[in-house]
Every structure is written in C-alpha cells, then in structure tokens.
C-alpha cells in the first residue's frame, strides 16, 4: 500500500481481556517494527522484524506481549491479560532496509485504553 | 549511542523561516543525523537525514557543522502544519533498530 495501515484506530478493552493489534506495512519493505508511546512519554522500541523473524524482541515490556509477521508483510502485536499501564499509542512502521543511511515509515498508530 | 541535544520549545511565525538546532558533540564518524517530527495525534514522520554534506529535499534542509558536533533543521517558511514535536536523532549500523526519540523540540507556529 501507499503507507503503513494500522488497525484498529482505538481499541477500549477491559482489564485481562487479551487484543490483537494491525500492522500493514509498505509493500516490500521487509523490515517492520513496533513502538509504544505512552500519554507525554517518549517512544519506546518494542520489537523488530526482518522478514518474519524477530531478530530484536528487547523492547518487549513482559511475556504478555508477543508479536509475529506472517508472509514478510502483515504483522500483529497482540497483548494478553491487558493491565491499565497498557493504555498507550501502538504505532508500526516499515523501511526498505535497515541501514543508519535509512528512513522509516510510521502508521497512524492504534490508541489503546485499558478500563 | 551518541547523545543529542534539543531545546524543549521553540515558536515562529508563520511563513517566516525557522531553524531548528540540534547539538550531538559525541558524533562518531559513522553516525547519520536523522530529523523526524509528530504532529498532534499522528505517528512520526520521516523528514530528512545526512551525514557531513548539507541536504535538501521538498520538506525542509538540513545544514550539518563542519565539525559535525551541531546540525540545524531549517523549514524555509512555516506554515500552520508545521506545528509539531522534531526531533534530531543519530543513528549508525551499531545503533541497530531503536530510533531514539529523546524528548524533541515542540514548535509552534503562530498565525
């Protein structure tokens, strides 16, 4: 597609339910990543893909994240047992290639409330 | 990694130009100085990037100090959506995947 697609735009979920969040990356780009930005905070690297591995999982704030990308494009960041600290903006961009000489692509993001 | 350095806020008129500085006195050789900015409630958006020569593309310039310890962003004439949060970011092929955001300069431009 013409840039990165994240869905859904907002998601309000009770606390200990689990959610599923969207990221469609630029066509051929092979590398994806997942960020968090909470209210007035920085943000914060969670995971890395190239192609469908995670080469770089560091970010991941607990086991109940987990993330995974199936046929080099489409990836979701799924959160189990949500907690009201997991309210944050998901945002997913994508680049060609890795290199500093790079940029990258950043959707719209997904603003999660946890109640 | 490397460190840079932002003022917190910065304002401008609107169309008049502004300069955006960025301190990083601990630049190795092999760091490239990226510009990314957020405007309210979108994610970041990739603005420019260089490694000792000046560039320019069709969103703004970027002027690097010989020295390479400073760079400044220049948006040649504001405009309204210009308001946002830059910020300056260097990366090298060690710096991995991680862009780190730091806390950027919030612009605001006025009519």
């Known amino acids: 597609g013409a840039g990165v697609s994240q869905s859904p735009s907002n998601k309000v979920t009770e606390k200990g339910k689990d959610v599923e969040l969207r990221c469609d990356p630029i066509?051929?780009?092979?590398?994806l990543y997942w960020y968090r930005q909470s209210l007035g905070q920085g943000l914060e690297f969670l995971i890395y893909?190239?192609?469908?591995?995670?080469?770089?999982k560091s970010g991941l704030p607990s086991d109940r994240f987990s993330a995974e990308r199936t046929g080099g494009s489409v990836s979701t960041l799924t959160i189990q047992r949500t907690q009201q600290e997991d309210s944050a903006v998901y945002l997913c961009?994508?680049?060609?290639?890795?290199?500093?000489?790079?940029?990258?692509?950043f959707g719209s993001g997904t603003r999660l409330t946890v109640v | 990694d490397a460190k840079t350095t932002q003022p917190n806020s910065m304002e401008s008129n609107e169309e008049e130009p502004v300069h955006l500085p960025c301190n990083h006195s601990t630049i190795s050789g092999t760091d490239y100085i990226h510009w990314y900015r957020q405007l309210p409630s979108q994610g970041p958006e990739y603005v420019i990037h260089g490694l000792t020569s000046n560039v320019n593309n069709r969103m703004a310039s970027l002027a690097i100090a010989e020295d390479r310890k400073s760079s400044t962003l220049i948006l040649h004439r504001a405009t309204l959506r210009d308001a946002a949060v830059y910020y300056c970011i260097l990366r090298d092929s060690n710096s991995g995947y991680a862009l780190n955001f730091g806390k950027g300069t919030s612009l605001l431009v006025t009519p």
């Open positions: 066509s051929g780009h092979t590398a």
């Open positions: 961009a994508s680049s060609s290639q890795t290199g500093p000489n790079y940029g990258y692509t």
């Open positions: 893909f190239q192609g469908n591995s995670a080469p770089d």
